[in-house]
């Protein structure tokens, strides 16, 4: 059974500091993505990496996928309280382009003023 | 705008009283789930269609079922809701082979159970 954990499961930071949520899966898959939910709201998608070494970038965020150690950690630089919300990391359990996807336990940000 | 579609927004149901949440989606993507969310939990997956194929998760109660009519639309059932299926109901819609695309998610069901 995939088993898919992030750490930490809150985080509560300054305006504009930097940090590193962690995301660690069991089995082998190539296909990770990292999701954004608001409070009451829906799954906003925010990045999809699908190799051993993927970086993508976008804003203050930054995602990273490491394969071999079933790693994947999203960055957050210079936090703003916008990005206050729940982050989440999803592996695609299929690996086959099925994109079943199983989840991580969320990561509860607060950025405090 | 194409998207994915769910209706209601919220849905209050009595205990033991059949409920159905529907979904629909302009994207054409054959692939389309259900996911369950209860307060503070990750999405869970209840089940998918790859196109009339219906792919049941093991641990998924059978009080649930679904129904996929045609492409666009997606149903949920749920046969005799308890207090424990109280929960944000999320479906999504996928194209497997582009490239490993995203998921496009609705903007969900809060189903409350009285």
């Known amino acids: 059974e995939l088993k898919v954990e992030q750490n930490p499961l809150f985080l509560s930071m300054q305006e504009g500091k930097n940090y590193t949520i962690y995301c660690n899966y069991s089995?082998?898959?190539?296909?990770l993505y990292w999701y954004r939910q608001d409070p009451g709201k829906s799954l906003e998608s925010l990045f999809v990496?699908?190799?051993?070494?993927a970086v993508k970038q976008e804003g203050r965020l930054m995602a990273s996928l490491d394969t071999k150690a079933r790693l994947s950690t999203l960055h957050i630089t210079a936090a703003v309280h916008d990005l206050s919300a729940t982050y989440f990391c999803?592996?695609?359990?299929?690996?086959?382009?099925?994109?079943?996807?199983?989840f991580g336990t969320g990561t509860r940000l607060t950025i405090i003023p | 705008d194409a998207m994915v579609i769910q209706n209601p927004r919220y849905q209050v149901t009595q205990f033991g009283k059949p409920v159905t949440l529907s979904c629909s989606q302009t994207?054409?993507?054959?692939?389309m789930y259900w996911y369950q969310q209860k307060s503070s939990q990750a999405p869970k997956l209840l089940f998918h269609?790859?196109?009339?194929?219906?792919?049941n998760e093991a641990d998924t109660p059978d009080n649930f079922q679904s129904r996929r009519p045609n492409t666009s639309f997606c149903f949920l059932d749920i046969r005799s809701p308890g207090l424990g299926d109280a929960a944000m109901y999320l479906c999504?819609?996928?194209?497997?082979?582009?490239?490993?695309?995203?998921?496009?998610f609705g903007s969900g069901t809060q189903l409350s159970v009285l």
């Open positions: 994207l054409n993507h054959n692939v």
């Open positions: 990496l699908l190799s051993n070494g």
């Open positions: 269609y790859y196109d009339k194929d219906f792919n």
């Open positions: 999504a819609t996928s194209r497997p082979g582009t490239g490993g695309e995203k998921l496009f």
């Open positions: 089995t082998t898959s190539d296909r």
């Open positions: 999803a592996v695609d359990a299929a690996n086959f382009g099925n994109e079943k996807l199983t």
